[in-house]
C-alpha cells in the first residue's frame, strides 16, 4: 500500500482550528508518515509541529501557502521544505502580513458601509493569533449572527465582486516562486481547479508556474472530483510537473477533507516527494 502522506493541512497559526500539536497528534491517529504544514503565509507553527512529528515518528516538513497574484487573480503556491529562518522568507512573510491587515481593515470599513459593525469585527480577527484571514472574518459574521455559515458570509459579504470584497494586492506568481526556491523549497500551485479558470487560463498558468521555476501540482487532493483529478494530472504531464497530494486540512469531522485520506498519483507523474528525498518507514535503502 502506497505510504500516507499529507503536503497540504492548516493549524490554527492561520485558518485551521486546531494547534500545532493538536494536528499532529491527529495525524499520527491517522497513521500519517510524512507531513507538511502549510499555513498561509506563515511558518510560525513549524517548530512546534516538527518537534511533535518527532515524537510520534512521523516525517515533517517546514512549508507554507503562499498568497500570490497571477494575471489580477489569487491564487496559491505551496513552499514545501522551506528554510524558516531564510531572511529573504521572513521578509517576505512580514511584507503580506503588513497586506492582510490592511485589507482587513479595508473590508471592515466596507462593512460598515453595508450597515454593520465593520471596524469591531475586522478587529476582533486582528486581535487572533496567527496570521489573519477572511476566513476568520466570515467565522466572526457567523457568531455575530450575521450570516448563517461561512459559506453565506463570502456570498454575501466577502466573496470576489460582493459588497465587502476588497481585491488583494499579493505579490506576483514570480516573486513567490523565487522566494521559495531561494530558501531552499520547493514551490507547488495549490488546488488548480478551485480558480474558475477557463481551460486555456489554466493551461497558460501552469506554463508560466513551470517557466518561472514551479515544482509541483497539486494533482490529488481530497474532495477534488474524477474530471478535475484528470484535468490536473494531464497539466502535470504536458508541463513537467511532479505531483503533490494532500487535503487542504482545516478543521476535523468535514467528511471531504479529512487528514491524510489515501490518496494515489496517476500514471506517468513523478511524485513529490521524490523531489523531497522522502523515503516511507520499511523502504530500502538505494544501493
Not at 510524512?34 to 512546534?48: I, M, P, R, Y
Not at 477572511?134 to 455575530?144: E, I, M, S, T
Request: charged letters at 15%; proline letters at 6%; glycine letters at 10%.
Amino acid at each position: 500500500m502506497d505510504p500516507r502522506v499529507d503536503l497540504h493541512t492548516h493549524s490554527d497559526h492561520s485558518d485551521g482550528t486546531l494547534t500545532p500539536v493538536q494536528l499532529v497528534a491527529l495525524a499520527a491517529e491517522r497513521q500519517l508518515q510524512l507531513l507538511a504544514l502549510t499555513d498561509h503565509d506563515t511558518t510560525a507553527g513549524c517548530a512546534a509541529a516538527a518537534q511533535a512529528c518527532q515524537a510520534h515518528g512521523i516525517q515533517f516538513l517546514a512549508a507554507c501557502e503562499l498568497s500570490a497574484l497571477w494575471r489580477g487573480r489569487e491564487i496559491h503556491i505551496v513552499g514545501l521544505r522551506v528554510a524558516t529562518a531564510a531572511p529573504e522568507l521572513i521578509a517576505h512573510l512580514e511584507l503580506v502580513r503588513a497586506q492582510r491587515i490592511a485589507r482587513l481593515q479595508a473590508i471592515g470599513e466596507r462593512l460598515t458601509r453595508c450597515g454593520l459593525d465593520g471596524a469591531g469585527l475586522a478587529a476582533q480577527v486582528l486581535a487572533l493569533p496567527g496570521t489573519p484571514t477572511r476566513l476568520h472574518l466570515a467565522r466572526a459574521l457567523v457568531a455575530a449572527k450575521l450570516a448563517v455559515d461561512t459559506e453565506a458570509a463570502f456570498k454575501r459579504y466577502l466573496g470576489r465582486g460582493q459588497r465587502a470584497a476588497v481585491p488583494p494586492q499579493w505579490p506576483t506568481a514570480e516573486a513567490c516562486i523565487g522566494v521559495i526556491s531561494r530558501a531552499g523549497g520547493l514551490a507547488v500551485l495549490a488546488h488548480p481547479h478551485r480558480y474558475q479558470l477557463a481551460a486555456g487560463a489554466l493551461r497558460e498558468l501552469c506554463a508560466h508556474f513551470h517557466d518561472s521555476g514551479g515544482a509541483g501540482l497539486e494533482v490529488s487532493l481530497a474532495g477534488m472530483g474524477p474530471a478535475d483529478a484528470a484535468q490536473a494530472a494531464g497539466l502535470a504531464r504536458r508541463y513537467g510537473l511532479a505531483g503533490s497530494l494532500g487535503s487542504d486540512f482545516h478543521v476535523p469531522g468535514l467528511p471531504w477533507r479529512p487528514l491524510g485520506r489515501w490518496l494515489k498519483l496517476a500514471e506517468g507523474i513523478t511524485p513529490i516527494t521524490e523531489l523531497l528525498g522522502f523515503r516511507p518507514a520499511g523502504a530500502p535503502q538505494p544501493a
